[in-house]
Structure formats: C-alpha cells, structure tokens
T-cell receptor, first 111, second 110 residues
Framework: NAGVTQTPKFQVLKTGQSMTLQCAQDMNHEYMSWYRQDPGMGLRLIHYSVGAGITDQGEVPNGYNVSRSTTEDFPLRLLSAAPSQTSVYFC??????????FGSGTRLTVV | TQLLEQSPQFLSIQEGENLTVYCNSSSVFSSLQWYRQEPGEGPVLLVTVVTGGEVKKLKRLTFQFGDARKDSSLHITAAQPGDTGLYLCAGDNAGNMLTFGGGTRLMVKP
C-alpha cells in the first residue's frame, strides 16, 4: 500500500497565484486532515473531513479551501497565495480511534 | 483553544543516557498520541494512549498518560543515535481532530 500520497513535494508560487495541493490515501480511512508546519510552531490544523462530502475548518483555515468528493482524495486549494502561506503542508488520514498516517509533505514557498 | 505544551524544546544527550519528554495541557483529551518526525518526512505514529494512568512500552520507549488525561510523558532508556528526531505529542479532540504540541527536538550523540 502507498499510504498517503502528496503531490507536489516542492512548489514555488508568486504572490496572488492559486494552486491545489493533492492528497490521496488508499487505506479506506474516513478521516482526513491538512496541517501546516512552521518553524517552532508544531503542526496546526487547517481543514479536516470526517467522510466524503463532509468538511470543516480547523485552527487556521483562512486562505484555504477543501473538498472531499471521494473517500480517497482530499485536495487543498490556495485561493490567492500570500508569503504568510510559506510553510510545509502535511496531509493525514486515519480510522476512528486510531492514530494518523501522514504524507511526506509539500514544501511551499510564496515569493 | 486547547493547548499542548511540550518540554524541553531541545535536548542534546550522549548515547546511553536516559531522558524524559513532557506534554502538558489544561484540557482533557479523549486520547493522546506520540509521533516521531525525521527531516523531510511526515510524522510517524509511535503510540496512542487512551485510559487515564495508562502506561505503554515500545522497546526502550515508555509512554504514560496522566490520571486526569491532561498530560503525558515519554521516557527513553539508554538512548541511541537512531532515536534522534523531533518528538511530537498530539491530543485527540472529538471528531479525531488533533492538537499538536510544539515538539521536542532530540539529538543523541554517539
């Protein structure tokens, strides 16, 4: 099994550009989440989903959109990139009452 | 907002030494998870503790969940260079949402 697959691994955007970070899992997990990790701040929850068709906001949702049309996929959209969105983004999935499996991350730089 | 505070933030020790990392909160969590992260990779789950007072052992790693389910500790016995990494605790709220602590960066020197 591939687990959680994130693409791309690296991305540079100009301020104001939009893009989608892809996340796919092949474990049939109902829960999926997006986190961002900044130096010295741990991981912060952006958006999460408890199943296909259901999404909700986490701690830092502004500037990001998500959708969950299938169990497997949970893309994260940056609407208009800003330098403050420079970060490492992690997608994760889990079953209820189990720990999360994380992807290897997308390192995003906004210039 | 539920907060998790980890201490220490940084720890540099010699191979063979013991260490303890703490994870504290004023909030109660349904469970607490510990992850280890290496550079350029995502966090990897080490353990989940659910019951207050629970102790779990994973080889040289011992995890404890506080009786009130607000705090946890990770103890490593006879640390090895392979234990080097970022250790993260995460509290599980309702709906499987995780709140992460700031992490403890451990370096074990040979």
């Amino acid at each position: 099994n591939a687990g959680v697959t994130q693409t791309p691994k690296f991305q540079v955007l100009k301020t104001g550009q939009s893009m989608t970070l892809q996340c796919a899992q092949d474990m049939n997990h109902e829960y999926m989440s997006w986190y961002r990790q900044d130096p010295g701040m741990g991981l912060r929850l952006i958006h999460y989903s408890v199943g296909a068709g259901i999404t909700d906001q986490g701690e830092v949702p502004n500037g990001y959109n998500v959708s969950r049309s299938t169990t497997e996929d949970f893309p994260l959209r940056l609407l208009s990139a800003a330098p403050s969105q420079t970060s490492v983004y992690f997608c994760a999935s889990s079953r209820e009452n189990y720990g999360y499996t994380f992807g290897s991350g997308t390192r995003l730089t906004v210039v | 907002t539920q907060l998790l505070e980890q201490s220490p933030q940084f720890l540099s020790i010699q191979e063979g030494e013991n260490l303890t990392v703490y994870c504290n909160s004023s909030s109660v969590f349904s469970s607490l998870q510990w992850y280890r992260q290496e550079p350029g990779e995502g966090p990897v789950l080490l353990v989940t503790v659910v019951t207050g007072g629970e102790v779990k052992k994973l080889k040289r790693l011992t995890f404890q969940f506080g009786d009130a389910r607000k705090d946890s500790s990770l103890h490593i016995t006879a640390a090895q260079p392979g234990d080097t990494g970022l250790y993260l605790c995460a509290g599980d709220n309702a709906g499987n949402m995780l709140t992460f602590g700031g992490g403890t960066r451990l370096m074990v020197k040979p």
